[in-house]
């Protein structure tokens, strides 16, 4: 897949960093950690929730892409970022790579500062994505398996952009209210309570 042309046909002006829910007009922001101090479940019901969802948008068959943002702050990053995580170690040789300036340009006064991004076109059933999930969701937590970089789900077909930050909560964006409606319907309890009412302008 050409990522920068699906990204221009499907998602104009959009760039591919965190917080996707902020810098796109169409998307819903769900919670996955809840009562952190109250509940002594709070991770286990953080990976269930992650993982359902992302099943929910991505069935086994589905072709996919996985990409990575890798911050380079001067040492230059491993390109196995994924690799442990693939199940079907084949589609490794589809791994594309290429840099560019950091996407946070805010942050990047020198100017040195660079992104890798590497993106696998795959289908979920080729890689341990609840592996993959619960060591995202880990990364603040002191857990392991732990992932520190940003990672993007995106269905090639539904056209939605999937993204776990961390335990906290996830976004998930399409070009259409229709690609993505029922999975706001569905799991309409899970949406933070903070972009409700965003959200449900979306989808009203």
Not at 118 to 140: G, M, R, V
């Amino acid at each position: 897949m050409d990522l920068v042309q699906f990204l221009e046909n499907n998602y104009p002006n959009l760039e591919l960093k965190p917080p996707l829910f902020y810098d796109w007009d169409i998307g819903i922001r769900f919670e996955l950690g809840v009562n952190m101090q109250e509940n002594r479940h709070y991770m286990r019901d953080v990976y269930k929730r992650a993982i359902t969802l992302f099943r929910a948008l991505h069935k086994d068959d589905e072709e996919i892409c996985i990409v990575a943002n890798v911050h380079n702050f001067g040492r230059i990053p491993k390109s196995p970022v994924l690799s442990k995580y693939i199940r079907n170690k084949s589609v490794l040789y589809q791994l594309e790579h290429y840099t560019f300036p950091y996407v946070f340009p805010e942050d990047n006064e020198v100017g040195q500062w660079t992104t890798e991004r590497f993106w696998l076109e795959c289908k979920p059933s080729d890689i341990h994505y609840t592996l993959l999930i619960q060591a995202i969701c880990n990364q603040d937590m002191g857990l392991k398996p732990n992932l520190y970089h940003d990672i993007f789900f995106i269905n090639i077909n539904r056209k939605t952009i999937f993204h776990v930050y961390d335990d906290r909560g996830c976004d998930l964006i399409a070009p259409s209210p229709e690609s993505i409606r029922t999975m706001y319907h569905t799991y309409n309890d899970w949406i933070l309570d903070y972009d409700r009412e965003k959200i449900d302008r979306v989808f009203q």
